[in-house]
């Protein structure tokens, strides 16, 4: 019985760590993956014009936060140590935007986060968050701290 116990201590504690490791921190979308397609976000230009928190995430408990282009949004958002992740509905302000990030529309960065089945951190501190498409093909937001 004891060491039942210490190994459901040892899941619970290992669940939490894990998912512990990428929330409170700001991630900034510096790529899109599909398949061999990839789109490179220039984190210098958005800055230089301005746009230096565009395609921002923030895990807080069971929920993330952050900037598209221009508009908040926020969704539920539960994390597992398995690597699996649910994201629920998101909302988002509706501001319109004067100005647009070339490489990605806002739409498209809500259409993808929607989709989001599975996240890993890589040990150079990337976070990708992906899923597979209809076509098959993996589809990674990879992350990076500023």
Not at 70 to 84: G, H, K, Q, R, V
Not at 94 to 106: C, G, I, N, V, Y
Not at 108 to 121: D, I, M
Request: charged residues 20%; glycine residues 4%; aromatic residues 12%.
């Amino acid at each position: 019985m004891i060491k039942l116990f210490s190994i459901i201590l040892a899941m619970v504690f290992t669940q939490s760590c894990a998912s512990q490791s990428i929330k409170g921190i700001d991630w900034y979308l510096v790529q899109l993956k599909t398949g061999d397609s990839i789109i490179n976000i220039d984190r210098d230009a958005l800055t230089e014009d301005g746009m230096e928190n565009w395609f921002s995430l923030r895990f807080n408990e069971n929920r993330i936060y952050g900037k598209a282009a221009p508009n908040n949004y926020n969704a539920d958002c539960f994390i597992n140590s398995d690597s699996s992740i649910r994201m629920g509905v998101i909302a988002s302000t509706k501001m319109m935007a004067f100005r647009e990030a070339a490489a990605l529309k806002e739409h498209s960065y809500f259409e993808h986060l929607a989709k989001v089945t599975n996240w890993a951190l890589s040990p150079l501190g990337y976070l990708e968050l992906y899923y597979t498409n209809t076509n098959g093909q993996r589809v990674s937001l990879v992350f990076n701290v500023k």
